[in-house]
């Protein structure tokens, strides 16, 4: 069974930067695009960045589009997510997964809290 391990997040002033790691315990991690995604109490878990096998492709949501970067390192099974300008809405748990078709189990995700 696959394990995502999520870390990094915290509470960060408005402006704050926060970088997120996300691990996998899965042999063929290298196979797989992957993505972050967030969730909070009133909306639906949604995406918000992803990348593709070879790290050539980076897909953003609008919303986090010029303010965060994701990126991986395959060797290390890991994925990370820099977010830089952090705004009050970017507040919600952080999770990573793979971008497409039938996901891993969730991890626990990451909290991350943005104040104003």
């Known amino acids: 069974q696959v394990q995502l391990v999520e870390s990094g997040g915290g509470l960060v002033q408005a402006g704050g930067s926060l970088r997120l790691s996300c691990a996998a315990s899965?042999?063929?991690?290298?196979?797989?695009?992957m993505a972050w995604f967030r969730q909070t109490p009133r909306k639906e878990r949604e995406f918000v960045a992803a990348?593709?096998?070879?790290?050539?492709?980076?897909y953003y949501a609008d919303s986090v589009k010029g303010r965060f970067t994701i990126s991986r390192d395959n060797a290390r099974k890991m994925v990370y997510l820099q977010m830089n300008s952090l705004k009050p809405e970017d507040t919600a748990v952080y999770y990573c997964?793979?971008?497409?078709?039938?996901?891993?189990?969730w991890g626990q995700g990451t909290q991350v809290t943005v104040s104003s």
């Open positions: 990348i593709s096998i070879n790290t050539i492709s980076t």
């Open positions: 997964n793979v971008q497409s078709g039938p996901q891993w189990t």
């Open positions: 899965v042999r063929t991690f290298s196979s797989y695009a």
